[in-house]
């Protein structure tokens, strides 16, 4: 992170971070505490690696992930579930996670799910 920090700095072409399981952005709150300590990391958001660390839908991490939006520039909208980082079926209701939490976090944004249909 030092390194791309250096990078942007030099550059000024901005660093993105991916919430990623496996990675030091593994879970929201090992995710917001670096952040605290480096408020200039901006991130791609990756909600479907957090719900399979988590081995939830990250419905008790409300006020954590409400506390990242601002350093979230892109969303990589693969949609996970508490057993698995992607799900076999996207429009099915019951494997949709992403979408209310995207509905209730960025309420001006008028979207239309998209799917690549077979």
Request: glycine letters at 4%.
């Amino acid at each position: 992170m030092d390194a791309a920090a250096r990078f942007s700095l030099d550059t000024g072409i901005e660093v993105l971070h991916e919430t990623h399981r496996a990675r030091c952005l593994h879970t929201p709150w090992r995710t917001f505490e670096i952040l605290c300590e480096r408020p200039e990391t901006k991130l791609v958001f990756d909600m479907s690696h957090w719900c399979n660390v988590c081995e939830s839908l990250l419905d008790d991490q409300e006020e954590t992930l409400l506390g990242l939006l601002p350093a979230i520039r892109h969303i990589h909208a693969r949609v996970g579930h508490s057993q698995g980082p992607q799900v076999s079926d996207p429009p099915e209701p019951a494997e949709s996670v992403i979408e209310p939490w995207l509905d209730d976090s960025f309420p001006d944004y008028d979207h239309e799910p998209v799917f690549a249909q077979n």
